[in-house]
């Protein structure tokens, strides 16, 4: 189980920023760039992820359309031809120039609503070298983690979210389950810059 001083830590930032904040809203995704099995297999894992933080996913968005995108593409200078992209992020030719020169392999980004909690989000993927490796059920279950709050950028560097069950299956580590549920508890604030909220997060976490 993980103890407060390890769950303050994946939601710090490397300018030593805390910030643990949930979705205010149900989540309407839409996913570009993949066959139709993909597109159903990354579906089933956030609806997984959100009926483990009792937490609604929605087909549309009633202010926004859709609240959740993610791209998939081969080279990040793909992007650059989706119409009205640029619209939706500001500066889209640097931040693809930035992916690229540092040989990134995805990128994510969030809004949030006026009491900090995740309005929307955008998730970049690339598919190129360990990702093409990647089966279509890990891959989409570790987006799903990653799309469900505010982790920091190394919060799954050293360890995945993931684990694979005794008959192969791959699910989400218990300790990130239970941390995803606490976060998700309505009694808990949507988002807090506060660090001293670990410590009610880390105690739902052994309930």
Avoid at 83 to 96: A, N, R, S
Wanted: glycine share 6%; hydrophobic share 50%; charged share 25%.
């Amino acid at each position: 189980m993980l103890d407060a001083k390890a769950v303050e830590a994946m939601f710090t930032r490397g300018d030593g920023g805390y910030m643990c904040a949930r979705w205010g809203r149900p989540i309407a995704p839409v996913v570009f760039g993949v066959e139709d099995e993909t597109l159903d297999v990354m579906k089933s894992a956030l609806q997984a992820l959100c009926k483990l933080a009792d937490h609604d996913m929605a087909e549309t968005d009633p202010e926004l359309g859709v609240n959740l995108l993610v791209f998939f593409c081969r080279e990040w200078d793909e992007l650059s031809a989706v119409p009205d992209l640029d619209k939706l992020v500001p500066g889209l030719p640097d931040l693809l120039a930035k992916l690229e020169a540092g040989d990134a392999s995805q990128y994510r980004a969030f809004r949030f609503e006026p009491d900090g909690a995740i309005r929307a989000g955008i998730v970049f993927l690339r598919m190129k070298g360990e990702a093409l490796e990647t089966p279509a059920d890990v891959l989409a279950l570790s987006q799903a983690v990653l799309s469900m709050l505010t982790w920091s950028e190394s919060a799954f560097d050293e360890t995945s979210p993931l684990a694979s069950a005794p008959d192969g299956t791959v699910v989400l580590k218990p300790e990130i389950a239970a941390l995803i549920r606490a976060a998700y508890d309505p009694v808990l604030p949507a988002a807090s810059d506060d660090p001293a909220t670990v410590l009610r997060l880390a105690a739902r976490m052994g309930q």
